[in-house]
């Protein structure tokens, strides 16, 4: 049997329609066409209903699915460890990233598969999308608007790829170094006075090694990067340089500030060096540069 649990419901419904809204034809119970983007009014309970609906199809028995707004949570571990996976972790990370800076939900209904062990995550992810994974923790899937993980991997990939659709929906100029920076900065995190707070990781050991070889570009250099030079030029330094340099704006209670400056002027400032400057109250950024290095150097993981 497939088991459909709703989050966000009182009720709890074992089949494929999750029954969180009235049967009148209220607007909230009328769907629309989901795959368009409704970010001003988010998308109703008809429109969970009818996405869960359109999965009939791709859910293998004895899958546990949840509607966790804004995303779809699809599971083959226990109902109710994907439901405190749902609760804790997605719920969690959503409520904590809303808090902090993001208002709008993602534009699409987005399903996060959780494959409870390394087995389970290659075997759907080739039955289900065809896909033979290139990393063992998850990904991303585009044209599937889905999120694909290995859950038993622990949760620091499934709340970086949380970060990403909600960069998109509200700040979709965001630069690589940024968008790549905030993920990769909760990849290890925690609650810290009510609020989500990023810890070191193992990206640190890396960037510390390209430190001591001199090989960190300046951070205009990072910044002023495209796409494509950020994630197919990488020496090993870009997503560490960008994730610490969170980490530093967060140690020093700047990263939520420098977040919504950024926003405000990233028309003046596409890549955010200025309001960079700006926050820290730096003239020379290769001063910086060094205190910033000199930061990285004495943090320490685990």
Known sequence: MIRFFSATCSAVVIMLL????????????????????????????ADYEQHVESLRKNVPQGFTVIIQKPFVVIGDESPDLVKLRAEKTIKWTVDMLKQDYFEKDPYDIINIWLFKDEKSYYKYAKDIFGDEPTTPFGYYSETEKALVMNISTGGGTLVHEIVHPFVRANFPECPAWFNEGLASLYEQCGEKNGHIYGYTNWRLKGLQTAIKQGLVPPFKNLFSM???????????????????????????????????????YRKEDPTGYKTLKKILSEDDMSTFKEKWEEFVMKLTFP
Do not use: M, W
Request: net charge negative; charged share 30%; glycine share 8%.
């Open 226 to 264: 495209s796409e494509y030079e950020f994630y197919t030029q990488d020496k090993g330094t870009n997503y560490g340089q960008s994730r610490y340099l969170c980490y530093y704006l967060q140690e020093k209670g700047l990263l939520v500030k420098f977040f919504h400056e950024f926003y405000k």
């Open 18 to 45: 999750c029954a969180c809204g009235s049967a009148e034809d209220t607007e909230d119970s009328r769907p629309r066409v989901i795959d368009e983007p409704n970010n001003e009014v988010g998308f109703t309970n």
